[in-house]
């Protein structure tokens, strides 16, 4: 079995599992951003146009409405992930955009593009889901310690 048969179950397993931890352990930012990511992922691969000929429609629609999800998100809430996911996924529709504006963009190189961008984003996602299920583990300051006090 090759590299190149093993990479796309890759793209599918990271999904799934930053996807089931944001569902499981994740805040609701979180479940909400993996929501959008959900939809987006069954939107493209189900409208897909498998020739790649040219510009890709349906994920164009799909990934400019995860990136206003995304966006949304990030201007909502004091942490730092949600700007990562957006800035990549913003990439992904900037990717769009330069097919549409220059069809001498090969195919290899638009998806490429695609997969690269797609993937950064679901690590910063990952980040997220990391981060809010730590910080549910970590125990609550009560008041009678002292803000910056350590336990033993």
């Known amino acids: 079995m090759s590299f190149g048969a093993i990479y796309p179950w890759f793209g599918l397993a990271l999904t799934v599992v930053v996807c089931g931890g944001a569902f499981w352990k994740g805040d609701r930012e979180t479940q909400f951003a993996a929501g959008g990511l959900l939809m987006s992922w069954a939107m493209t691969i189900a409208l897909r146009d498998r020739s790649w000929v040219g510009t890709q429609w349906s994920a164009f629609v799909a990934d400019t409405g995860l990136f206003i999800v995304l966006t949304a998100i990030s201007l909502r809430t004091p942490k730092y992930w ?62 009678d310690e002292p803000a910056g006090a350590t336990r033993r």
């Open 82 to 143: 949600p700007l990562a996911a957006a800035g990549f996924q913003l990439l992904c529709v900037v990717t769009h955009i330069a097919r549409m504006v220059d069809p001498g963009v090969r195919a290899w190189g638009y998806a490429t593009a695609q997969v690269i961008f797609t993937q950064l984003m679901i690590v910063a996602m990952g980040v997220g889901v990391w981060n809010a299920w730590r910080g549910g583990r970590q125990p609550a300051i009560t008041d």
